[in-house]
C-alpha cells in the first residue's frame, strides 16, 4: 500500500467552507497519488478555532472548547471524505471534551467503509498537564482494517516502549505529532523510530509544521513527514522509508509492504520483537558493582 504523512500547515479560517476546501484538496492530493492510509498530526484542529474569531482564538481555555464543539462536524466532513476517495484518513487531533471532565487529546480514524474509531492520547506533556489541562483518555486500541494492523501513538505516547510493546500485533503504529523545537521533533522522531526497531514495524509520522501568531495553543511548530521501519531485511539500512523537508508543508509518501513486515519478524538479522520478553530476567536484580 502507499501511505501517506502529512506536514500540515494551519489557515485562519473565515468560514467553513474554506476548511473544508482545505481539507478536500489535501485529501485529494494524496488520494490521487495512490495512497490508501492518509496520516494527519496532532492538534490540527485548532485551525477551527479561528472560524470563532480573533478573541476565542487568542484564549487558551476558549480556543480549545471552540474547537471541542465543532468535532462533530469535523468527523462528519473527515468520513464523508474518506467515503469519497475510498481512504482511511487519521484526522488531526484535537482536544475533544467527553463527559463531565476535563478535555482528551483525541485523534479519529476514519475507513472507506464509513467506520469510524478513535485514539486517545495516552501521556500528557507538561504543557498539556500544567498549561492546558489535558488529560488521559480511553485505552489504546488496535484496528483490525483491511491494510493491516494499525495502532497509533499520539506524540509524547511515542517516547514509552511499554505503550509501543502494547501494540506488538500492530503491522503500523502512526504517530501524529505537534513540536515546538527542533529537540521535540527529534525527541518524538526517535520515539517513532524506536517502536518500529523494537515491535519489527513500520511508523508513520506527521507533524504539524509553521507559525500562528493568533494561536496561543499552537503558535510554533517543526517538524516533517515521515515513514520508518527496522534497519534489517527488507527495509533501507538505515530505517527511513521516506521523510519529508523540514518545515515544508506536504505530503510525505512510501510504499510499505506488510509481507516484508512478517518476512522480517519471522527471519530478521535480528529478531527484537520475539526476544522482548528475555529483559525481565536479567533486569529483575540489578547488582550495584563498585570499581
Known amino acids: 500500500m502507499k501511505v501517506a504523512t502529512a506536514a500540515y500547515d494551519l489557515d485562519w479560517l473565515d468560514s467553513w467552507a474554506q476548511y473544508e476546501d482545505k481539507l478536500d484538496r489535501w485529501v485529494s ?3 490521487g497519488q495512490g495512497a490508501k492510509l492518509l496520516v494527519f498530526p496532532e492538534y490540527g ?3 477551527v478555532s479561528t472560524l470563532d474569531g480573533a478573541e476565542i482564538t487568542g484564549d487558551l481555555e476558549r480556543s480549545i472548547r471552540a474547537v471541542s464543539d465543532r468535532m462533530e462536524d469535523v468527523q462528519n466532513l473527515h468520513q464523508r471524505l474518506a467515503e469519497e476517495y475510498k481512504t482511511y484518513i487519521l484526522g488531526a487531533s484535537a482536544p475533544v ?3 463531565p471532565g476535563r478535555p482528551v487529546n483525541r485523534a479519529a480514524f476514519y475507513a472507506p467503509n464509513g467506520v469510524q474509531g478513535h485514539q486517545d492520547k495516552q501521556i500528557m506533556t507538561r504543557f498539556e498537564r500544567e498549561d492546558w489541562d489535558i488529560v488521559p483518555g480511553g485505552p489504546l486500541k488496535l484496528f483490525d482494517t483491511a491494510l493491516g494492523k494499525i495502532g497509533v501513538l499520539i506524540c509524547y ?5 511499554l505503550l509501543g510493546r502494547a501494540l ?8 501524529p505529532s505537534c513540536t515546538e523545537a527542533l529537540s521535540g521533533y527529534w525527541r518524538v522522531r526517535i520515539g517513532a523510530m524506536s517502536r518500529a526497531l523494537e515491535n519489527q514495524c513500520v511508523t508513520v509520522m506527521a507533524s ?3 507559525n500562528n501568531e493568533w494561536s496561543e495553543a499552537v503558535d510554533m511548530n517543526t517538524g516533517t513527514g515521515g515513514i520508518f521501519g527496522p534497519p534489517d531485511k527488507g527495509f533501507p539500512q538505515t530505517g527511513v522509508l521516506a521523510e519529508g523537508t523540514l518545515n515544508q508543508p506536504g505530503w510525505t509518501y512510501a510504499d510499505v ?11 530478521g538479522h535480528v529478531l527484537n520483537r520475539s526476544h522482548w520478553d528475555e529483559q525481565s530476567s536479567r533486569v529483575d536484580s540489578v547488582i550495584l558493582s563498585p570499581l
Open 168 to 175: 506488538q500485533e500492530a503491522d503500523l503504529i502512526l504517530v
Open 208 to 210: 504539524l509544521v509553521g
Open 157 to 161: 505516547d511515542s517516547e514509552f516502549p
Open 97 to 99: 471534551v467527553d463527559g
Open 29 to 31: 492530493e494524496a488520494a
Open 45 to 47: 484542529a485548532m485551525e
Open 257 to 267: 509492504d506488510l509481507s516484508a513486515i512478517a518476512n522480517v519478524r519471522a527471519d
